[in-house]
């Protein structure tokens, strides 16, 4: 038998939280001295306090630990619920991380007012090229939005190509436009240049326009972190007497495994007023 204290220690949990699992009926003690009112705990419960915790963790109320436990949860289906609540908090650590890229993408623009570094931009003309794409429609133009879907595209659309035996002829082009049913959903085009000509059911494949008035300007790092680069480009399209024609093409020059290694440049359509 354990003294609450000594019991607390060995389950790593406080004495106060053993003393309300008492009070609820959650973890009774085994023994209470009936003359010093002592509670002794036995080293068998670490079990159910173990699943207390577990429980809880879950995010479920004591009367609903309590009502699962009374129905002896076995220790596989307790298993299961585990996983499924750690699949869970992966999603929401990667979701938050996301966040924190783009209010770290947000803060470096604001700190950057007023001293955009325009002189980076480039006006040029793009050529006609021709590309194997696959395209699907996001939520917004917003990061959180645009990121889970073009990364799956490229994925699938790789696979596609190797197994049709395709080999790329030059950089990944995404491009963007406003998606037929409105209400902000974007189309999402992940493209690669590929050598003409070419059929194949399983992607589609089709020459992209040229651009005769293009301001382009290049950004290294992950793609989670261009906020500061295209609003760069905006301020050299506004301060030049240009109007934006469309949504900048993004061309994929160098893309090593390290996302903060990638070389991107867009290319921002334009014309004169």
């Given at each position: 038998m354990f003294t609450i204290g000594d019991f607390a220690r060995h389950g790593r949990v406080s004495v106060r939280m053993l003393r309300h699992y008492d009070a609820t009926g959650l973890l009774r003690p085994a023994h209470v001295d009936p003359a010093t009112g002592y509670r002794y705990y036995s080293a068998a419960q670490l079990a159910r306090l173990n699943r207390v915790i577990a429980l809880k963790e879950l995010g479920l109320t004591l009367q609903q630990v309590q009502?699962?436990?009374?129905?002896?949860?076995?220790?596989?289906?307790?298993?299961?619920?585990?996983?499924?609540?750690?699949?869970?908090?992966?999603?929401?650590?990667?979701?938050?991380?996301?966040?924190?890229?783009?209010?770290?993408?947000?803060?470096?623009?604001?700190?950057?007012?007023?001293?955009?570094?325009?002189?980076?931009?480039?006006?040029?003309?793009?050529?006609?090229?021709?590309?194997?794409?696959?395209?699907?429609?996001?939520?917004?133009?917003?990061?959180?939005?645009?990121?889970?879907?073009?990364?799956p595209l490229y994925d699938e659309l790789f696979r596609r190509l190797d197994r049709a035996g395709v080999s790329p002829a030059g950089p990944g082009v995404a491009y963007y436009e406003d998606a037929p049913e409105g209400g902000g959903r974007i189309t999402v085009h992940a493209a690669v240049q590929v050598a003409a000509p070419l059929q194949d059911g399983a992607f589609r494949v089709l020459d992209l326009p040229p651009v005769d008035q293009a301001a382009t300007i290049v950004h290294r790092g992950s793609m989670d972190t261009v906020l500061p680069t295209a609003q760069a480009l905006a301020f050299w399209i506004e301060e030049n007497g240009y109007r934006s024609a469309g949504y900048p093409r993004e061309i994929s020059l160098e893309c090593p495994d390290n996302r903060d290694d990638w070389v991107t440049e867009l290319q921002a359509p334009v014309t004169k007023p």
């Open positions: 009502q699962i436990l009374d129905e002896k949860v076995t220790t596989d289906e307790l298993r299961a619920m585990l996983r499924l609540r750690r699949a869970e908090l992966e999603v929401a650590m990667a979701a938050a991380a996301a966040r924190l890229v783009q209010v770290e993408a947000r803060l470096r623009s604001i700190e950057s007012e007023g001293h955009m570094p325009t002189n980076d931009v480039v006006f040029k003309s793009v050529p006609a090229i021709r590309v194997a794409e696959l395209d699907a429609t996001a939520a917004s133009f917003e990061p959180e939005n645009i990121g889970p879907v073009i990364g």
